[in-house]
């Protein structure tokens, strides 16, 4: 539930170090398949500068798969395209296997790829879990063990600093993350954030900010960030003077939303809030949008991604259902710019698109490898989990 502003704890003025890198506020943007591109990040970024004056956060791209980078597929290092100026470069690796941890870990650094490396294992999707990635490898705590320290030995030396990112564990009997958080830290990742809800649960219920407050508690020497329901810069504001977390990791909570991260970055700094825009400033932030993607992508391929964002930037806006669809079937810029001049730039940012978006869907049983639960500290790697295409 989204909480007013004047509601919540207050916290202090904040900041975040992670390694090497001094962040000036402590939110980052988690990675999103097919979202956290360099348009999206980029845009990001444009509105909080324009709004606060600079950019603070960390906004970590889409995730991309270790051996694929390695073996340098073409639409993974077009998933690693940062802009001209972005800065700290966050890339964030999906894995299973140390040896390909390594030799990505070593190319980003060796080719001066990114400045920051986050590795995914909380990924709670079936084609995912089944080959025992994402939120499934922390149980098989000797690999995960392995897998960091990997990471982290091929940047020894270097100012990129590894970070890890989990959930609360499998299910409620399998819970990993108080382990994960231990280890990760043990083998020198410079800090950890917890997804505040079991495989599981996927995207389904409430997030448990009790497990990040315990994390907290049992990983004293790195980080801790907090992930799960922050819709609001309320919401971030709570998390952290409940949790006492070091930082926020914002996902759904900003799709159709990328001021969140300005009003965030105020919140969090005991700054002025910056207003929301209007719906004529939402169609020129689309509009902004869609331009970037098209520059990433190309005019085709822009434009059909552009379609899945605009039902997010438009909820609870006065929009007619035949405008809507024919937004929803946008082939040009052009023709986009021509249905966004048909919306009331005057119609303010309504109560109606507050609070949770994006996908949530129904808890389910996780689907793992045969006895996978058998030995937590069997260290084989699992078979074929790492030849899946990046942005899984």
């Not at 303010?348 to 937590?376: I, K, M, T, Y």
């Amino acid at each position: 539930m989204t909480t007013q502003l004047s509601d919540a704890p207050s916290v202090l003025a904040q900041q975040l170090r992670i390694g090497p890198l001094e962040l000036g506020s402590p939110v980052v943007l988690a990675p999103m398949a097919g979202i956290t591109n360099v348009a999206f990040r980029t845009l990001c970024r444009e509105i909080e500068t324009a709004k606060m004056g600079s950019t603070a956060g960390l906004y970590v791209c889409e995730m991309v798969t270790a051996r694929a980078l390695v073996e340098r597929n073409a639409a993974t290092m077009h998933m690693t395209t940062f802009g001209p100026t972005e800065t700290p470069r966050s890339l964030q690796l999906y894995t299973v296997d140390p040896k390909y941890t390594y030799e990505a870990a070593r190319m980003i650094a060796e080719e001066n790829l990114a400045d920051h490396i986050d590795m995914n294992f909380g990924c709670p999707v079936p084609k995912v879990t089944r080959k025992g990635g994402g939120a499934a490898l922390p149980y098989k705590r000797n690999l995960f063990g392995q897998i960091v320290a990997a990471a982290v030995r091929a940047t020894s030396g270097t100012e990129i600093p590894v970070t890890v990112k989990f959930r609360i564990g499998i299910d409620e009997n399998h819970h990993t993350h108080l382990d994960a958080g231990h280890i990760a830290a043990s083998e020198g990742a410079a800090a950890v954030a917890l997804h505040a809800r079991t495989a599981a649960q996927r995207y389904s219920g409430t997030a448990d900010w009790g497990e990040i407050a315990r994390l907290k508690d049992h990983v004293t020497d790195v980080p801790v960030l907090g992930n799960g329901d922050i819709f609001s810069a309320a919401d971030a504001v709570r998390m952290m003077a409940e949790t006492r977390c070091d930082g926020v990791v914002v996902g759904r909570g900003c799709l159709g939303r990328p001021w969140l991260f300005a009003e965030l970055s105020a919140a969090l700094n005991d700054q002025p809030l910056p207003g929301p825009p209007n719906l004529g400033e939402v169609a020129k932030i689309m509009h902004r949008h869609a331009q970037l993607l098209v520059d990433h992508h190309g005019e085709g391929k822009g434009l059909r991604e552009i379609r899945k964002h605009i039902a997010w930037y438009l909820r609870g806006f006065p929009a007619g259902s035949e405008l809507r669809s024919a937004l929803a079937l946008v082939t040009t810029l052009e023709e986009l710019k021509s249905l966004l001049s048909q919306l009331d730039a005057t119609a303010p940012f309504p109560a109606a698109a507050e609070g949770p978006r994006g996908r949530q869907g129904s808890p389910a049983r996780v689907v793992l490898p045969h006895g996978w639960l058998d030995d937590p500290l069997d260290c084989s790697v699992p078979e074929g989990a790492d030849a899946m295409h990046s942005g899984g």
